[in-house]
C-alpha cells in the first residue's frame, strides 16, 4: 500500500492531506470523493509517516503473537454472511462493512474495511479483492471475478464457501485421524525416556559390582541412560532446532521443499494419505469451477494453485500446459502419470459426451471415498507399527534388566 499527499483547491483554501491507496488512479478516485466538492489540484506519492509504520509493524506484530492470521474457517464463515447479504439486496460496500465489524480475526477486519472503501471509491470488487491474493487465496479472487461476469454474486460465494468448507472438512478429517497414534507415541515416548532417565541408573550400580561383561541389550540401555542424562538438554534443544530448520526450509526453500515432499510421496501409508487428499482438492475444485461455467483452463489454474505438494502441483502443471496447447483433459491427465485408467475413461465419457462436469463430479466423489477410507482405517494401519515399537522397547528394558540378574544367579548358584 502506497502513500499520497493530496492537495485540494476548496472555496478558496488549500487543503492537504493523506491518502494510503494501491496506485495514483486509485488514490485520484479517493481524492475525489474525499474532497466534498472541491478541486484536486495534486496528488503525489510520498513515504509513509514514521508513526503509522511503527504501527503497522506493531499491529503484524501482534496479529502474529495472537495468531490472529486469516484462517480458513474464519474466511469461510464471513463469505457465507457475505453471500446471504448480497442475495438479500444489501449493496457490497455495506455487506463488507458490516461483517469487518463481526469478525474477530482482526486481519479478516483491515482486508473488508479496505476492500469496502476501494469499492466505495468505484474499483471493483475482484479488482480490491487482488491485493489480498495470497492471504484469501486465488480461488476467492477467480470466483468473484465469475460473479461480477455473471450478475449473480450471490451464487459464486454461496460457491466459493462451499468448495472452501469441503477442504476445511478434509483437512479436519486428517488431523483427527492423526490425533490418536501421536498421542500413543508421544506417551510411549515419554514413559521410555523416564524409564531410562530414572530406572535404569538404580540398576547402573548393582551392574557396576558384577565386574562381568554385561549382554548387548543392557549395554544399549546404559548407553541410553548416559546420553539422556548427561546430552538430554543438549538433545532435546538439537531436536527442536532440526524441527524449526525443516519447518523454515520447507516454507521459505522451493529446492528443499520440492525434495521433502517429493520423499514423503515415497514413505509407507503418507503417500496414500498425501496423494489422495491432494487428488480430492484438486478433482473438487476443478469440478465445482467446471461446473460454474469458469473456462476449463482458467479452472485448471485454480485447482492447480490448490496443491500443496510440489511434486504434485509440478505434475498437474502439465495438465493446463497441455489443454492450453489444444490437449484433451483425458490426454493431459494421463501425461501426469496421476490417474488410474478407470479415472481417464470416465474423463474421456465425460469430454466425449458433453457431461463433463458431471463425470468430473464422480470422480471427485471416488477420491472422497479413497481418501475418507483411509482415513477411517488409519488406526488399523499404524496399530501393527506401533505394536512392533512397544513391543521392542519392552524387550529392550526385559532384557537390559533382567539378562545380568539370570547370569548372577547363576554365578551364585555354581559358586556353591
Known amino acids: 500500500m502506497k502513500y499520497f499527499n493530496v492537495v485540494v483547491l476548496h472555496k478558496g483554501r488549500k487543503d492537504t492531506f493523506l491518502i494510503q491507496s494501491n496506485t495514483k488512479r486509485e488514490a485520484l478516485t479517493k481524492a475525489k470523493l474525499k474532497a466534498n466538492g472541491g478541486v484536486v489540484v495534486k496528488v503525489e506519492e510520498t513515504s509513509p509517516p514514521l508513526e503509522e509504520t511503527l504501527n503497522q509493524l506493531k499491529n503484524e506484530l501482534l496479529d502474529k503473537l495472537s495468531k490472529k492470521a486469516v484462517n480458513r474457517q474464519d474466511?469461510?464463515?464471513?463469505?457465507?454472511?457475505?453471500?446471504?447479504?448480497?442475495?438479500?439486496?444489501?449493496?457490497?460496500?455495506?455487506?463488507?462493512?458490516?461483517?469487518?465489524?463481526?469478525?474477530?480475526?482482526?486481519?479478516?477486519?483491515?482486508?473488508?474495511?479496505?476492500?469496502?472503501?476501494?469499492?466505495?471509491?468505484?474499483?471493483?470488487?475482484?479488482?480490491?479483492?487482488?491485493?489480498?491474493k495470497n492471504e484469501l487465496g486465488s480461488l476467492s479472487v477467480t470466483m468473484i471475478e465469475l460473479g461480477e461476469r455473471t450478475g449473480d454474486m450471490s451464487h459464486a460465494l454461496f460457491t466459493l464457501a462451499d468448495i472452501l468448507e469441503q477442504i476445511d472438512e478434509n483437512v479436519r478429517k486428517f488431523k483427527k485421524a492423526l490425533r490418536y497414534p501421536l498421542i500413543t507415541i508421544g506417551a510411549m515416548g515419554i514413559a521410555f525416556v523416564i524409564l531410562i532417565s530414572f530406572v535404569v541408573p538404580k540398576f547402573k550400580a548393582i551392574f557396576a559390582k558384577l565386574h562381568a561383561d554385561l549382554p548387548l541389550p543392557t549395554k544399549i540401555l546404559l548407553w541410553?541412560?548416559?546420553?539422556?542424562?548427561?546430552?538430554?538438554?543438549?538433545?532435546?534443544?538439537?531436536?527442536?532446532?532440526?524441527?524449526?530448520?525443516?519447518?523454515?526450509?520447507?516454507?521459505?526453500?522451493?529446492?528443499?521443499?520440492?525434495?521433502?515432499?517429493?520423499?514423503?510421496?515415497?514413505?509407507?501409508?503418507?503417500?496414500?494419505?498425501?496423494?489422495?487428499?491432494?487428488?480430492?482438492?484438486?478433482?473438487?475444485?476443478?469440478?465445482?469451477?467446471?461446473?460454474?461455467?469458469?473456462?476449463?483452463?482458467?479452472?485448471?489454474?485454480?485447482?492447480?494453485?490448490?496443491?500443496?505438494?510440489?511434486?504434485?502441483?509440478?505434475?498437474?502443471?502439465?495438465?493446463?500446459?497441455?489443454?492450453?496447447?489444444?490437449?484433451?483433459?483425458?490426454?493431459?491427465?494421463?501425461?501426469?502419470?496421476?490417474?488410474?485408467s478407470m479415472i481417464l475413461q470416465m474423463v474421456a465419457a465425460g469430454e466425449a459426451s458433453g457431461q463433463l462436469d458431471a463425470m468430473l463430479e464422480k470422480v471427485t466423489e471416488y477420491y472422497a471415498m479413497k481418501f475418507d477410507y483411509i482415513l477411517d482405517n488409519l488406526s488399523t494401519y499404524i496399530e501393527p507399527i506401533m505394536l512392533a515399537v512397544i513391543a521392542a522397547l519392552v524387550l529392550l528394558l526385559a532384557l537390559g534388566i533382567f539378562l545380568p540378574m539370570w547370569d548372577l544367579a547363576s554365578a551364585v548358584k555354581g559358586h556353591r
Do not use: C, W
Open 224 to 340: 541410553l541412560e548416559h546420553a539422556f542424562n548427561t546430552y538430554g538438554p543438549y538433545l532435546l534443544a538439537g531436536l527442536f532446532i532440526t524441527i524449526f530448520t525443516v519447518k523454515y526450509l520447507y516454507k521459505t526453500n522451493e529446492e528443499f521443499k520440492y525434495k521433502m515432499d517429493t520423499f514423503m510421496l515415497k514413505v509407507y501409508l503418507l503417500k496414500d494419505i498425501i496423494y489422495y487428499s491432494q487428488l480430492t482438492r484438486f478433482m473438487l475444485v476443478f469440478s465445482e469451477l467446471i461446473k460454474a461455467g469458469i473456462p476449463v483452463v482458467d479452472a485448471l489454474e485454480n485447482s492447480v494453485s490448490m496443491i500443496d505438494n510440489a511434486y504434485m502441483k509440478e505434475k498437474l502443471y502439465i495438465v493446463k500446459q497441455m489443454v492450453e496447447k489444444g490437449s484433451s483433459i483425458r490426454d493431459a491427465f494421463k501425461e501426469t502419470g496421476l490417474f488410474e
Open 75 to 132: 474466511l469461510i464463515a464471513s463469505i457465507r454472511q457475505l453471500a446471504v447479504m448480497t442475495n438479500a439486496g444489501i449493496p457490497l460496500h455495506d455487506a463488507l462493512l458490516e461483517i469487518s465489524r463481526a469478525t474477530s480475526n482482526n486481519r479478516l477486519r483491515y482486508i473488508f474495511e479496505e476492500i469496502s472503501e476501494n469499492i466505495n471509491a468505484g474499483i471493483s470488487f475482484s479488482h480490491s479483492l487482488e491485493r489480498y
